[in-house]
Nanobody, 118 residues
Framework: QVQVVESGGGLVQPGGSLRLSCAAS????????VGWYRQAPGKPRELVAA???????IYAHSVKGRFTISRDNAKNIMYLQMNNLQPEDTAVYYC????????????WGKGALVTVSS
């Protein structure tokens, strides 16, 4: 059984910072943490940042220069450092991972709510 859990969300004022974490549990040896997505109310889920296997880091245009994705491979944890947060960054942030032993199998966490408001 694989679980992916996000943490670190919360309420922050415009211009503030937060760091999200994503940790996998269960059969972590076959899990690759790919990236972060977000979904704002009434909008579709969108890619925020990702590090595809064998590929280059990808950032959404709206977060470039403000957000940084990183990973601790030893602990199988992925982070999203978010700086200079703006109200339009308000969303539920989801961690996406893929199963290395099952082509096409993905796992999603339940999400972490980030609210940017004064």
């Amino acid at each position: 059984q694989v679980q992916v859990v996000e943490s670190g969300g919360g309420l922050v004022q415009p211009g503030g910072s937060l760091r999200l974490s994503c940790a996998a549990s269960g059969s972590v040896f076959r899990i690759y943490l790919v990236g972060w997505y977000r979904q704002a109310p009434g909008k579709p889920r969108e890619l925020v940042a990702a590090v595809p296997r064998g590929g280059r880091t990808i950032y959404a245009h709206s977060v470039k220069g403000r957000f940084t994705i990183s990973r601790d491979n030893a602990k199988n944890i992925m982070y999203l450092q978010m700086n200079n947060l703006q109200p339009e960054d308000t969303a539920v942030y989801y961690c996406n991972s893929e199963d290395l032993s099952k082509a096409g199998m993905e796992y999603w966490g339940k999400g972490a709510l980030v609210t940017v408001s004064s």
